[in-house]
C-alpha cells in the first residue's frame, strides 16, 4: 500500500513545461523524480522525503508512471489551498489522486491509469563549482521575466558582492544586478537561455530563497528547497560559436 | 553567436 499527502501541489506547475510525463519513484524514505525535457537541454530532479508528507506510507518499492499534463489540470482547477494525495495498492496499473480543499471540505478522487514510461535512469555527476549564490527566488523571478520580455539569453556575471544578469537583442540591451553574499572561489561569467530560466523561477513558490551554483562549460544548477525535499534544475551551458 | 549545447554531452544515461 502507499498513501502520501503533499501540502505544495504547485510544485506540479513548476515543471510541467519542462517535462510531460514521469515515473514517480515511490520508496519508503519518499518520492523521487528524474526527468530531462525532451530538448536535452535541462534535467528536473525532485526529492521529497517521507518526512515532508502527512501521512506517508510506503510498504514496498513502487514507480508510478504519471501524466505531468494530467496532473497539472487537475491540481490547476483545485486551486492553491487545496492539498494533493496519491494513492495506490497492489496493483500497479492504477492509483487514485486525492484532491482536497480544507476550507471547504470539498474532496476530489480520480482513479488514474499508471502510464508506462521507458524512462533510462540519468547519471548526473557530482561537481564542484566556482560560485554558489543565494537570492530571493521572487527577485530572481522578477530579473527572469522582466528581462525575458525583450531578450532572449541573459550573461550571468558573479564577482564577490554582486550578480549580474545581463542581456542583450534586437531591441537593444538590459541588465540587472543584484547583492549577495555568497562565496566565490573567482569571477565567473557565462550565458543561459532566459526561457528555461523563467521555466525553472515558476517554482518559486515553493521557498523563499533560491540557490544558483555556476561555473563556465558545466550544467549550472538552479536549486529550491522545499520542506523535507529539493527541486532541482540543470541547465546545459551555451558555448560561443 | 551561442550555441546550446546538450545536457548529454555532461550527463549520461544508464
Avoid: W
Avoid at chain 1, 24 to 31: E, L, T, Y
Avoid at chain 1, 97 to 109: D, F, N, P, R, Y
Wanted: some cysteine.
Amino acid at each position: 500500500l502507499f498513501h502520501a499527502r503533499f501540502e505544495q501541489a504547485g510544485l506540479v506547475d513548476a515543471i510541467k513545461d519542462l517535462i510531460q510525463d514521469s515515473d514517480f519513484h515511490c520508496r519508503d524514505s519518499g518520492i523521487a523524480l528524474r526527468n530531462m525535457d525532451n530538448s536535452q537541454v535541462a534535467v528536473v530532479v525532485i526529492l521529497l522525503e517521507a518526512g515532508g508528507f502527512l501521512p506517508y506510507h510506503c510498504d514496498r518499492r513502487l514507480n508510478l508512471g504519471i501524466s505531468l499534463t494530467s496532473l497539472t489540470k487537475i491540481v490547476h482547477y483545485a486551486g492553491d489551498e487545496a492539498t494533493l494525495a496519491l494513492k495506490a495498492n497492489d496493483n500497479p496499473d492504477t492509483f487514485n489522486l486525492v484532491l482536497e480543499c480544507l476550507q471547504t471540505g470539498c474532496i476530489i478522487k480520480y482513479d488514474i491509469k499508471s502510464r508506462d514510461i521507458d524512462q533510462e535512469h540519468l547519471e548526473i555527476p557530482k561537481t564542484d563549482y566556482a560560485a554558489t549564490i543565494t537570492i530571493p527566488s521572487a527577485e530572481f523571478q522578477r530579473i527572469c521575466r522582466n528581462l525575458s520580455q525583450l531578450l532572449e539569453s541573459v550573461a550571468n556575471e558573479a564577482s564577490e558582492e554582486r550578480i549580474k544578469f545581463s542581456s542583450s537583442g534586437d531591441i537593444g540591451s538590459g541588465s540587472a544586478t543584484l547583492r549577495h553574499n555568497s562565496d566565490l572561489t573567482g569571477p565567473i561569467a557565462l550565458t543561459i537561455s532566459l526561457k528555461y530560466l523563467v521555466n525553472f523561477s515558476k517554482a518559486t513558490a515553493l521557498s523563499y530563497s533560491v540557490t544558483l551554483s555556476l561555473s563556465s562549460e558545466v550544467p549550472q544548477l538552479v536549486e529550491y528547497k522545499v520542506e523535507s525535499g529539493f527541486a532541482r534544475f540543470y541547465f546545459a551551458p551555451q558555448i560561443g560559436e | 553567436v551561442q550555441k546550446q549545447q546538450s545536457l548529454l554531452s555532461f550527463f549520461t544515461k544508464a
